[in-house]
């Protein structure tokens, strides 16, 4: 699974959105079937998958990576709360 992302800087470049980033957001749980939510979880995923990219590739950043993924699924989990209230 991927995300396309475009910006000024990256014009339809894609981010690949790993299995453990569709674990932490628990990627298939949706028992709405909606469309938003399954949106949400993708970005949310993208975005801690960019961050474990971080995190192996730069040791001194990895605690602030990791900081960012819990985060992240902290966004993901009241953005999907917002989204099915």
Request: proline share 1%.
């Amino acid at each position: 699974m991927h995300i396309k992302v475009h910006t000024a800087l990256n014009t339809g470049t894609s981010v690949s959105i790993n299995d453990t980033a569709r674990v932490l957001v628990r990627q298939g749980f949706n028992p709405s079937d909606s469309a938003q939510v399954d949106r949400i979880k993708a970005i949310a995923a993208a975005l801690i998958s960019e961050c474990e990219a971080i995190r192996e590739k730069n040791a001194n950043s990895a605690r602030h990576a990791s900081l960012a993924i819990t985060s992240a699924e902290e966004a993901a989990m009241w953005a999907v709360k917002a989204a099915t209230t």
